[in-house]
């Protein structure tokens, strides 16, 4: 069994902790449980709009990073006065969609750094959402009108967030490689989706593993049910956490 002392804060760093839960009760007790765990717990639209912002003043009363993932995509100056109302709320990373446009990331970005300098805050990572995974080529070409596989799509929006003062980009296992060598290694890419084989019954082809997201150059891992429904939560973290520091010293 994995006890708090054993743990490597390298890959600690590298865990997130999606929080899909229906109510606050249950977020609270994960958050209690695995907080010596987990990096950063995201919080997306589903539970935020369900239960308000009580869970993020819980996991700061803990000392627990948070997530907020929130997709931000409006005109310029409406992402850049929310932008400086998370860095209140105390998020340590917070997202908004490439598809904005660079002058809307450059603001949201700016704002970010306004708000926590003048409230001395923690500067949160910003991270664009590239293309959506729900989103295939077919739609893009067909229905959004772009000419660009997401395959190829992706590097040129990472480059153009980078440009504009993000930090990184959430994209997919397959598309982190690429997205550091156009952007750079100290470029952040947060992978979604990441399942251990052992907790599915998919083809394993199909996975984006704990350990081939590290292969491909990812730095923040984002993990749910595998960890939040299993029977026994910190033995499945354990398991997670030997294997990424199996892919580590690979």
């Known amino acids: 069994m994995m006890t708090v002392e054993k743990i490597n804060p390298k890959i600690k760093e590298k ?26 717990f995201k919080v997306g639209l589903q539970f ?15 000392g627990a990073k948070f997530f907020f ?33 660079g002058e809307m990331m ?9 708000a926590a300098a003048e409230t001395g805050s923690e500067l949160p990572t910003v991270l664009a959402v590239t293309i959506l995974s729900s989103i295939n080529d077919d739609i893009l070409n067909n229905q ?7 395959e190829s799509y992706v590097p040129e929006l990472a480059k153009l967030a980078k440009d504009n003062g993000i930090d990184g980009v959430v994209a997919s296992v397959w598309e982190a490689r690429k997205i550091k060598e156009v952007c750079g290694k100290d470029f952040k890419v947060l992978c ?30 984002v993990i749910g049910r595998a ?15 030997e294997e990424i520091e199996q892919a580590m010293k690979g």
């Open 144 to 150: 959004l009108k772009i000419p660009h596989s997401a």
């Open 192 to 221: 979604p989706g990441i399942r251990p084989v052992w907790a599915s019954k998919d083809d394993q082809k199909r996975l984006a593993t704990p350990s081939k997201a590290i292969e491909e150059g990812a730095d923040y891992l």
């Open 106 to 114: 450059k603001a949201s970005a700016e704002a970010a750094k306004k």
């Open 69 to 101: 993932d929130v997709k931000l995509m409006d005109i310029p100056n409406t992402v850049a006065k929310a932008s400086e109302n998370i860095v209140r709320s105390g998020a340590s990373f917070f997202n908004i969609h490439a598809l904005g446009g």
């Open 48 to 62: 935020y709009t369900a239960n308000g912002s009580e869970v993020f003043e819980f996991m700061k009363e803990q």
């Open 227 to 241: 960890v939040t429904n299993a029977p026994n939560r910190l033995e499945a973290m354990g398991k997670i956490y």
């Open 15 to 40: 865990i997130v902790l999606a929080l899909d839960v229906d109510n606050l009760e249950t977020a609270k007790n994960l958050i209690l449980e695995l907080k010596d765990y987990v990096g950063v």
